[in-house]
T-cell receptor, first 115, second 113 residues
Framework: NAGVTQTPKFQVLKTGQSMTLQCAQD?????MSWYRQDPGMGLRLIHY???????DQGEVPNGYNVSRSTTEDFPLRLLSAAPSQTSVYFC??????????????FGSGTRLTVV | KQEVTQIPAALSVPEGENLVLNCSFT??????LQWFRQDPGKGLTSLLL?????REQTSGRLNASLDKSSGRSTLYIAASQPGDSATYLC????????????FGQGTTLQVKP
């Protein structure tokens, strides 16, 4: 049981480049989310999804795009990377309305540097 | 807007001490509360999940309590060990269960041998 898998673990981008951070879960969780973690700012929600085909914005959505075509996958797209997007990104999945007793499980993170 | 606060921001204790970490939230209408541990450079590991109808949960040397009416949760660590050194985060899910988790800033714990 792999849990939540994030790829890549490390990435360096040049300003203006685009890329996709991958996230996959094998626990059949309904809910999935993306967070970024910055020193002094804690964990901030970027986008989240309550099921396949349904996504919504979190606290800091600008510059990021998501889609959820399957229950298992929730990729995060950086449209045009900026130095302010240098951060550690975490994907998480958790139980929803059907499985309310399941808490959230986090991936190991992607450390992104934009130069 | 839900806000989550953790006090203290940092804590240093000698090995063997029992300790309490605090988490407070401004909106008592929560679905559940989850405590996580994060080691430096690593992801978050779930420690305990307390549903809104529960008062406490226990796992080994850890005990988490929840008082919704006062907007507080505590994480009690018994007989602390150097391996307990990490950052501890609490997160609340709102009562509408939209899936949003709101995090506190965390308490960084150092247990000295």
């Amino acid at each position: 049981n792999a849990g939540v898998t994030q790829t890549p673990k490390f990435q360096v981008l040049k300003t203006g480049q685009s890329m996709t951070l991958q996230c996959a879960q094998d626990m059949n969780h309904e809910y999935m989310s993306w967070y970024r973690q910055d020193p002094g700012m804690g964990l901030r929600l970027i986008h989240y999804s309550v099921g396949a085909g349904i996504t919504d914005q979190g606290e800091v959505p600008n510059g990021y795009n998501v889609s959820r075509s399957t229950t298992e996958d929730f990729p995060l797209r950086l449209l045009s990377a900026a130095p302010s997007q240098t951060s550690v990104y975490f994907c998480a999945s958790g139980g929803g309305q059907l499985t309310p007793n399941y808490g959230y499980t986090f991936g190991s993170g992607t450390r992104l540097t934009v130069v | 807007k839900q806000e989550v606060t953790q006090i203290p921001a940092a804590l240093s204790v000698p090995e063997g001490e029992n300790l309490v970490l605090n988490c407070s939230f401004t909106d008592s209408a929560i679905y559940n509360l989850q405590w996580f541990r994060q080691d430096p450079g690593k992801g978050l590991t779930s420690l305990l999940l307390i549903q809104s109808s529960q008062r406490e949960q226990t796992s080994g040397r850890l005990n988490a309590s929840l008082d919704k009416s006062s907007g507080r949760s505590t994480l009690y660590i018994a007989a602390s060990q150097p391996g307990d050194s990490a950052t501890y985060l609490c997160a609340v899910r709102g009562s509408s269960n939209t899936g949003k988790l709101i995090f506190g800033q965390g308490t960084t714990l150092q247990v000295k041998p």
